[in-house]
């Protein structure tokens, strides 16, 4: 073989080498939807974790600020080596920008909002009106970009809203609270915030340091909100109960910070980023049907029929709303919710 014959068989052409180096489109799909499940899976298990804590006299606002608290904390270090030769990041103000709408909206607003929203409606009623979050996202979608939702995204949309309506077995007669909805709808514009937001990674920030960030604002805002007195903030020190083992008062806390905030919340973004806010956003969907399962498996509470077969309507949902994605239809460019340059200063 010739010297000519074997620099060519052995130089790739520039193409060649981008396309081994870049991640090809179906990794890219597969990775997020993994991550999807992984970070629905986790923020499933907070329900039953933190209602070990709520019977025993912790107030929701209390819990849900140890929860992000401890995310923060957890994630602070592995932040901190991310950021390497990064932190120029940091000083533009459309970055602040967004960790604080992320932060006090999509974290603390919406988990307080929910609150509220259990407060003057039934569980089921106030997560049903949340998790109308999705189509808020469509909605957003449809008016930013211009991306109107077609039919199979319509049917998409209508299966898995029939899948929740399912599994949280509303179907029974409720009383309904003018302020519960909308607290209820306060807390899916949370819901919807957490996947634009998330999936809108222009300001160059790893997954892991928005998450702290994100939580750590947070837990400011909820720490305002107690010592305001706006929302009960109690504390107990009682021991819970989770599968029928007595536990001392802090493990269902330190569950929750690591496994459904830090875990969750990075997990989370990073998905967002790989899969786009509308898939994403529908994929985030199974969470009900996992909180179902860990409440199962953790309080003995045990699923019906109607609320598995919701859970596949789901699922039947999630696929139909990706089959409909166009095959050019950018992934990660969506517009975040910040404010025009003229009114930000106003």
């Not at 799909?29 to 974790?49: C, D, K, M, R, W």
């Not at 949280?168 to 409720?174: H, I, K, N, R, W």
């Not at 899969?275 to 996992?290: I, P």
Request: aromatic share 8%; net charge neutral; with cysteine.
């Amino acid at each position: 073989m010739t010297a000519t014959s074997t620099r060519k068989a052995t130089t790739m052409s520039p193409r060649e080498t981008s396309s081994r180096e870049t991640p090809s489109a179906q990794h890219v799909l597969l990775v997020g939807l993994l991550l999807a499940v992984v970070s629905a899976a986790t923020f499933g298990t907070a329900g039953a974790v933190a209602k070990s804590s709520l019977v025993q006299g912790w107030s929701p606002a209390a819990a849900v600020t140890v929860r992000i608290s401890v995310g923060a904390l957890i994630l602070a270090v592995p932040t901190a080596r991310a950021m390497r030769g990064r932190w120029q990041l940091l000083s533009s103000v459309k970055t602040w920008v967004q960790i604080g709408l992320f932060g006090t909206f999509a974290v603390g607003g919406c988990q307080l909002f929910y609150f509220l929203a259990v407060r003057e409606l039934s569980v089921a009623v106030a997560l049903m009106i949340e998790y109308l979050g999705p189509i808020l996202v469509v909605a957003w979608l449809w008016l930013a970009n211009g991306h109107r939702p077609r039919r199979l995204t319509m049917i998409g949309m209508g299966l898995a809203i029939l899948g929740l309506v399912l599994i949280l077995d509303v179907l029974g007669d409720v009383q309904v609270s003018t302020l519960g909805v909308l607290f209820g709808l306060g807390a899916a514009v949370g819901l919807a915030i957490f996947f634009v937001i998330g999936a809108d990674d222009s300001n160059g920030l790893p997954p892991i340091a928005f998450a702290c960030l994100g939580m750590a604002v947070g837990a400011v805002m909820l720490l305002l909100v107690g010592m305001l007195q706006i929302v009960p903030f109690e504390i107990s020190t009682t021991d819970a109960v989770l599968a029928g083992v007595s536990l001392p008062w802090w493990v269902p806390l330190i569950w929750l910070g690591i496994v459904a905030a830090a875990i969750a919340y990075v997990t989370g973004i990073a998905a967002n980023r790989r899969l786009g806010a509308k898939v994403a956003s529908f994929v985030g969907l199974t969470e009900v049907m996992f909180a179902v399962l860990w409440a199962w498996l953790l309080l003995g509470e045990m699923p019906a029929t109607i609320q598995l077969l919701g859970g596949l309507l789901i699922l039947v949902g999630v696929i139909a709303v990706k089959l409909d994605e166009a095959p050019d239809e950018p992934h990660i460019d969506v517009p975040s919710p910040v404010l025009p340059a003229a009114d930000a200063n106003s």
